[in-house]
């Protein structure tokens, strides 16, 4: 059974940083393009960045610049560090493995900018 859990979430103020974690149970990490979505109160769920097992990032406009996804392999564990965190990130981050036609996801962890 694939289990994907989410750890990091939290209140900063604007402009502050914070590193979510991913860390993946299950056979499918080391083939599986990784990824973070979030979604914010009465909007649908977006795509912020993923990673492919051979490491190539792609990013959401809205976050290039402030946000850098990595992995670790050996760990099974997927991070998404945020610089310059702006009110408009306040959202539920999803973390997500994708692999073939299967997807999996976490429960989700807060991110709340505000002063």
């Known amino acids: 059974q694939v289990q994907l859990v989410e750890s990091g979430g939290g209140l900063v103020q604007p402009g502050g940083s914070l590193r979510l974690s991913c860390a993946t149970s299950?056979?499918?990490?080391?083939?599986?393009?990784m990824g973070w979505y979030r979604q914010a109160r009465e909007k649908q769920r977006e795509l912020v960045a993923t990673?492919?097992?051979?490491?190539?990032?792609n990013y959401v406009d809205s976050v290039k610049g402030r946000f850098t996804i990595s992995r670790d392999n050996a760990k099974n564990t997927v991070y998404l560090q945020m610089n310059t965190l702006k009110p408009e990130d306040t959202a539920v981050y999803y973390c997500?493995?994708?692999?073939?036609?299967?997807?999996?996801w976490g429960q989700g962890t807060q991110v709340t900018v505000s002063s």
């Open positions: 997500s493995g994708r692999v073939l036609l299967s997807q999996y």
């Open positions: 299950g056979s499918i990490f080391s083939a599986a393009t």
């Open positions: 990673i492919t097992p051979g490491g190539t990032m």
